[in-house]
C-alpha cells in the first residue's frame, strides 16, 4: 500500500513536470508559429506568382503602419493604461533600453574587434549587435501571446493592454537612441563613402573626349591656379572645395551643437514618439483621461476608432516583413562578406539576451522592478531579445549602407524565428 502511494507520488509528479514543460513550450512557441505563418502569407503576396504585394504597395503598406496603425494602437493603449502612479513606477523601462543598449554595443565591439569587419563596416557591426527591436516585434508578440485565453499572464485584454503599454512607454528613448548615437555611429569615415572602394573600381573614361567637356575645361584651370599657389604637384580631385579647417572655423561649437539638437528634436517629430507623449499627457491628468479615455467618457468613440485602427497594425507590419524578405540579402551581403554577417546574427541572437537577462536580474534584485508584475518584467527581458531595429536600416539609408542594412535585417530576423521561440521558452520558465 505504502510502495503504491509512493509510486502514485512520483510518476503524479512527473506528470506535472511533463505537463508543465509542455505548457511553457506550448505559450513560447505558438506566437512565434503565428508570426512566422502571416509573414510566410506576405512572402507568398509579394512573389513573383501572386505579385499583388510588390515594392511599392510593400512601401505605402510600411508608411500606413508608421503613420497612423502604430500611433492609434501607442495611444489607445497607453493612454488607457499609465496613470501618475504607474509613470513613476515604470522609470526603469528607458533605462532598460539605454542598458540593452551599451550592453550590446559592448558585446558588439568585443566581437568586432575579433572578427576584424572589412573597411568601413566595424562601427557599423557593433550598431547591428547592440541596437534590438524594441517596438514592432514585441508589440507583435504580446499581441500573438495574449490572444490565447488560457496564456499564462491571465486576462487576455489586461494581458494585452499592459503589454502594449509598457512597450510604447519606451518607444521615445529607442528614437532617441537612433537619431543620435546610431546616427553618429553610421556615420562613414570622413572624406570618404560606403561605395567608396566601389567608385575606384570603376572605368576611366576616354582622356581625349574628357578633355572636351566644360567641366574638365574648368577643373584644368583649377588645377593650373593651384599649381601656382601652391607650388606642388597635385591633382584636381585632391584639391579640396573648400579647407578642413576653413570650414570647422567657419562654423562654431555652439552652432555645431544648436544644428545637432535642431536634427534630433525634428527626427522627434515621428507618429509614434508623439502619440505616445500626447498618450501619457492624456492619461496622466485624470480630467482629460475622463473626458477621452475611459470607457464611459463622452469623446471614447474617438480611443475606440483608435483602437480598432490599431488592431490592424499588427497583420500589416508582418505582411510588410515577410514580402520584403522576397527581395533577398541583396549585395549586402557580398560586401560585409560571410564571417561578418555570420558574427552579427550570432551575436545579436545569442551572446546579447543572456547579458540582458542578467541586467534584468540585477535589477529585479535592487527593487527596480514592480513586485509581482511578470509581464513588466517579461518586456524588459524582450527588449534584450529582439532582432536588430528595422529602424536601425532606415538610419542606415541616411548615411549610405542601406544596402549592408538590408542583408543584415533579412539574415536576422530568419533566424530570429528560432531563437526568439527559445528565449521565450527560458523567460516563461523563470516567470512561472
Same mark, same amino acid.
Given at each position: 500500500?505504502?510502495? $503504491?502511494?509512493?509510486?502514485?507520488?512520483?510518476?503524479?509528479?512527473?506528470?506535472? $513536470?511533463?505537463?508543465?514543460?509542455?505548457?511553457?513550450?506550448?505559450?513560447?512557441?505558438?506566437?512565434?508559429?503565428?508570426?512566422?505563418?502571416?509573414?510566410?502569407?506576405?512572402?507568398?503576396?509579394?512573389?513573383?506568382?501572386?505579385?499583388?504585394?510588390?515594392?511599392?504597395?510593400?512601401?505605402?503598406?510600411?508608411?500606413?503602419?508608421?503613420?497612423?496603425?502604430?500611433?492609434?494602437?501607442?495611444?489607445?493603449?497607453?493612454?488607457? !493604461?499609465?496613470?501618475?502612479?504607474?509613470?513613476?513606477?515604470?522609470?526603469?523601462?528607458?533605462?532598460?533600453?539605454?542598458?540593452?543598449?551599451?550592453?550590446?554595443?559592448?558585446?558588439?565591439?568585443?566581437?568586432?574587434?575579433?572578427?576584424?569587419?572589412?573597411? &568601413?563596416?566595424?562601427?557599423?557591426?557593433?550598431?547591428?549587435?547592440?541596437?534590438?527591436?524594441?517596438?514592432?516585434?514585441?508589440?507583435?508578440?504580446?499581441?500573438?501571446?495574449?490572444?490565447?485565453?488560457?496564456?499564462?499572464?491571465?486576462?487576455?485584454?489586461?494581458?494585452?493592454?499592459?503589454?502594449?503599454?509598457?512597450?510604447?512607454?519606451?518607444?521615445?528613448?529607442?528614437?532617441?537612441?537612433?537619431?543620435?548615437?546610431?546616427?553618429?555611429?553610421?556615420?562613414?569615415?570622413?572624406?570618404?563613402?560606403?561605395?567608396?572602394?566601389?567608385?575606384?573600381?570603376?572605368?576611366?573614361?576616354?582622356?581625349?573626349?574628357?578633355?572636351?567637356? &566644360?567641366?574638365?575645361?574648368?577643373?584644368?584651370?583649377?588645377?593650373?591656379?593651384?599649381?601656382?599657389?601652391?607650388?606642388?604637384?597635385?591633382?584636381?580631385?585632391?584639391?579640396?572645395?573648400?579647407?578642413?579647417?576653413?570650414?570647422?572655423?567657419?562654423?562654431?561649437?555652439?552652432?555645431?551643437?544648436?544644428?545637432?539638437?535642431?536634427?534630433?528634436?525634428?527626427?522627434?517629430?515621428?507618429?509614434?514618439?508623439?502619440? @505616445?507623449?500626447?498618450?501619457?499627457?492624456?492619461?496622466?491628468?485624470?480630467?482629460?483621461?475622463?473626458?477621452?479615455?475611459?470607457?464611459?467618457?463622452?469623446?471614447?468613440?474617438?480611443?475606440?476608432?483608435?483602437?480598432?485602427?490599431?488592431?490592424?497594425?499588427?497583420?500589416?507590419?508582418?505582411?510588410?516583413?515577410?514580402?520584403?524578405?522576397?527581395?533577398?540579402?541583396?549585395?549586402?551581403?557580398?560586401?560585409?562578406?560571410? $564571417?561578418?554577417?555570420?558574427?552579427?546574427?550570432?551575436? $545579436?541572437?545569442?551572446?546579447?539576451?543572456?547579458?540582458?537577462?542578467?541586467?534584468?536580474?540585477? !535589477?529585479?534584485?535592487?527593487?527596480?522592478?514592480?513586485?509581482?508584475?511578470?509581464?513588466?518584467?517579461?518586456?524588459?527581458?524582450?527588449?534584450? @531579445?529582439?532582432?536588430?531595429?528595422?529602424?536601425?536600416?532606415?538610419?542606415?539609408?541616411?548615411?549610405?549602407?542601406?544596402?549592408?542594412?538590408?542583408?543584415?535585417?533579412?539574415?536576422?530576423?530568419?533566424?530570429?524565428?528560432?531563437?526568439?521561440?527559445?528565449?521565450?521558452?527560458?523567460?516563461?520558465?523563470?516567470?512561472?
Amino acid at each position: 500500500m505504502m510502495e $503504491r502511494s509512493l509510486l502514485a507520488i512520483v510518476l503524479d509528479g512527473q506528470a506535472a $513536470r511533463g505537463e508543465s514543460v509542455f505548457y511553457t513550450i506550448k505559450f513560447a512557441v505558438l506566437p512565434i508559429a503565428k508570426v512566422f505563418t502571416m509573414c510566410s502569407m506576405g512572402f507568398l503576396m509579394a512573389s513573383k506568382y501572386v505579385n499583388i504585394l510588390p515594392a511599392n504597395c510593400r512601401k505605402i503598406l510600411n508608411g500606413l503602419v508608421f503613420s497612423l496603425l502604430l500611433p492609434c494602437l501607442i495611444f489607445s493603449q497607453l493612454g488607457r !493604461a499609465i496613470t501618475l502612479q504607474k509613470l513613476l513606477d515604470w522609470w526603469y523601462i528607458p533605462v532598460n533600453i539605454i542598458m540593452g543598449t551599451i550592453s550590446g554595443s559592448l558585446i558588439g565591439l568585443i566581437v568586432a574587434s575579433v572578427i576584424r569587419p572589412p573597411y &568601413p563596416y566595424f562601427k557599423f557591426t557593433i550598431i547591428h549587435i547592440g541596437i534590438g527591436n524594441i517596438g514592432n516585434i514585441p508589440l507583435v508578440l504580446i499581441a500573438a501571446l495574449c490572444r490565447d485565453e488560457s496564456n499564462p499572464f491571465g486576462d487576455p485584454n489586461k494581458c494585452h493592454e499592459s503589454g502594449n503599454a509598457y512597450i510604447s512607454f519606451g518607444q521615445w528613448v529607442g528614437a532617441i537612441i537612433l537619431y543620435t548615437y546610431v546616427f553618429q555611429m553610421l556615420s562613414p569615415p570622413y572624406g570618404e563613402t560606403f561605395d567608396s572602394g566601389e567608385e575606384e573600381k570603376l572605368p576611366i573614361q576616354d582622356p581625349v573626349t574628357e578633355e572636351k567637356l &566644360p567641366c574638365k575645361a574648368t577643373v584644368t584651370k583649377v588645377e593650373k591656379i593651384y599649381t601656382k599657389v601652391s607650388g606642388e604637384d597635385a591633382k584636381p580631385e585632391q584639391v579640396p572645395l573648400i579647407d578642413s579647417k576653413e570650414f570647422k572655423a567657419g562654423f562654431s561649437t555652439t552652432e555645431r551643437v544648436i544644428s545637432k539638437i535642431l536634427f534630433v528634436m525634428q527626427k522627434l517629430k515621428q507618429p509614434p514618439i508623439l502619440a @505616445s507623449v500626447l498618450a501619457i499627457v492624456c492619461g496622466i491628468i485624470p480630467f482629460l483621461k475622463s473626458l477621452i479615455l475611459k470607457d464611459d467618457a463622452p469623446f471614447f468613440f474617438f480611443t475606440d476608432s483608435c483602437l480598432i485602427l490599431g488592431e490592424a497594425m499588427i497583420p500589416c507590419i508582418l505582411l510588410a516583413l515577410g514580402g520584403n524578405l522576397v527581395d533577398g540579402p541583396g549585395v549586402g551581403s557580398k560586401r560585409l562578406g560571410l $564571417r561578418t554577417m555570420v558574427s552579427i546574427v550570432f551575436a $545579436r541572437l545569442v551572446l546579447v539576451p543572456p547579458a540582458g537577462l542578467a541586467i534584468v536580474t540585477f !535589477a529585479d534584485k535592487l527593487g527596480f522592478i514592480p513586485k509581482g508584475d511578470k509581464m513588466f518584467k517579461f518586456v524588459l527581458l524582450l527588449q534584450h @531579445s529582439m532582432p536588430t531595429s528595422v529602424l536601425s536600416g532606415a538610419v542606415a539609408n541616411l548615411r549610405g549602407c542601406g544596402k549592408e542594412a538590408a542583408a543584415v535585417l533579412f539574415w536576422v530576423h530568419i533566424f530570429a524565428v528560432f531563437s526568439m521561440a527559445g528565449w521565450i521558452v527560458l523567460y516563461l520558465a523563470i516567470l512561472f
